[in-house]
Structure formats: structure tokens, C-alpha cells
């Protein structure tokens, strides 16, 4: 049975809708940091004089963040690596340097800059951090082994990890609007939160898919 052609794009243009909000995140910090420390609410981690005084470790994050949001979604487009291979490859290679940098710098970040969240919050960052440079350094070692089916798995991790604060804000954006506020215990129930549904959502799909193979074989 063939494959619909708008199914081969539909994986691809939910992942870039849900990256979309990191990116719109990110364009409005770079946008803070340009503008200048101005008076706002305490708990608020743009704030911080740090990030303004240092903003190097940030810019670079959100920059490199953007950019793999927006090209790590097309590295699972099989018109895309049907059609145009040697795209896929160097774009997967730019993605995968720009992904370092992002965990790199987050982590630095998690560890020089001012808290907001208690130690829950600093565990669960250096989780998705170290989750998504262990997962893209896998991945690389996958294809260079020609192993595509595990590369595909720890490419579809790596998605998870750095997805993860956008599904941070869609969790997150209908109980602040029912609450109105944003404490400890909420910054590290959306941390979590996100970690456990991304991640339940790629075993979910590795299982689905082992499962398609073994019916596969079984037939045959």
C-alpha cells in the first residue's frame, strides 16, 4: 500500500509546529537582552543582571537552539532523504553541531546562573541537557556504522530532549492561565512533565515500529 504524500510530511510539520514555540521563546529573549535589564518581577530569570552582563553563553544557546529547531524536524521527511541525500547529511551535521552547543551552553548556564526552581529544577535541566548531547554523540556513531534504524532511534531522543521545553509551554500555558502564578513547584512539574511525555512518546513509537518489523519478518 502506498504512503499519502501529505502522511510523508505530517511527523515533520508537527514537530516544526511544536518547535515553533521554543523559537518564538527564544526571539523574545534575544529581543530582552537587546532592550537591557529594565524593572520586572524578581522571579522572572531574564531579569537576572547575569544574563546581561554574560550574555554570550545565552545568545548562543537560543541562536543554535532556533536553528536546530528549525532543521531537526526535515531530517525525518523521507521526501527529503529520497530526493535530496547530501542535504540531509550536511544539514544533519550542521543540526547535530548546533545541538551541542545548545546542551553545552544550557548546562553551563544551569550551573553559573542564578537558580529558579531549587535542586528538582537543576537535576531535571542537566538531565535533558546531558540526555541530548549523549543522544545526537549516539546517533553520530549510529550512521557511521551504517546502523540506520538505531540512528533513527537516538535522532527521535535527541527530538525529544530538545522538544522538551516546548512542551514545557504547552503544558504549561492553560494551568498558569488558571492559576496565575508560577512558583517552585511548578517549574519542576513542567520539567518532568515534559521529559516523561516526550520520551513516553518515542518509546511509544520504537515499539510501534519493532512491533511493524517483527509482523514483517513473520509474514515472510
Not at 522538544?163 to 492553560?174: D, V
Not at 512518546?201 to 515499539?207: A, E, K, P, S, T
Request: glycine share 6%; aromatic share 12%.
Amino acid at each position: 500500500m502506498s504512503i499519502k504524500p501529505a502522511s510523508k510530511w505530517r511527523s515533520p510539520s508537527l514537530l516544526l509546529a511544536l518547535g515553533l514555540l521554543n523559537i518564538a521563546s527564544g526571539a523574545f529573549q534575544l529581543f530582552t537582552i537587546n532592550a537591557g535589564p529594565v524593572p520586572v518581577d524578581p522571579a522572572d530569570m531574564m531579569a537576572s543582571p547575569q544574563y546581561f552582563e554574560t550574555p554570550l553563553p545565552i545568545v548562543l544557546h537560543i541562536v543554535c537552539g532556533i536553528i536546530f529547531n528549525l532543521l531537526a524536524p526535515w531530517q525525518f521527511a523521507p521526501v527529503v532523504r529520497q530526493r535530496w541525500p547530501k542535504w540531509h547529511r550536511l544539514s544533519g551535521r550542521f543540526l547535530v553541531v548546533c545541538g551541542l552547543i545548545a546542551a553545552f551552553t544550557a548546562l553551563w548556564m544551569n550551573q553559573f546562573f542564578p537558580v529558579f526552581g531549587g535542586i528538582f529544577k537543576y537535576i531535571g535541566v542537566l538531565v535533558m541537557s546531558a540526555g541530548l548531547i549523549v543522544s545526537l554523540i549516539c546517533a553520530v556513531l549510529a550512521i557511521r556504522k551504517r546502523d540506520i534504524s538505531r540512528h533513527r532511534i537516538w535522532m527521535m531522543c535527541a527530538i525529544a530532549f530538545a522538544l522538551a521545553p516546548a512542551t514545557q509551554r504547552l503544558i504549561g500555558l492553560p494551568i498558569f492561565l488558571i492559576q496565575q502564578e508560577i512558583n517552585v513547584p511548578f517549574v519542576v512539574f513542567l520539567i518532568w512533565s515534559s521529559l516523561v511525555v516526550n520520551l513516553g512518546f518515542v518509546w511509544m513509537l520504537v515499539r510501534r515500529e519493532r512491533r511493524r518489523l517483527a509482523a514483517n519478518r513473520n509474514a515472510v
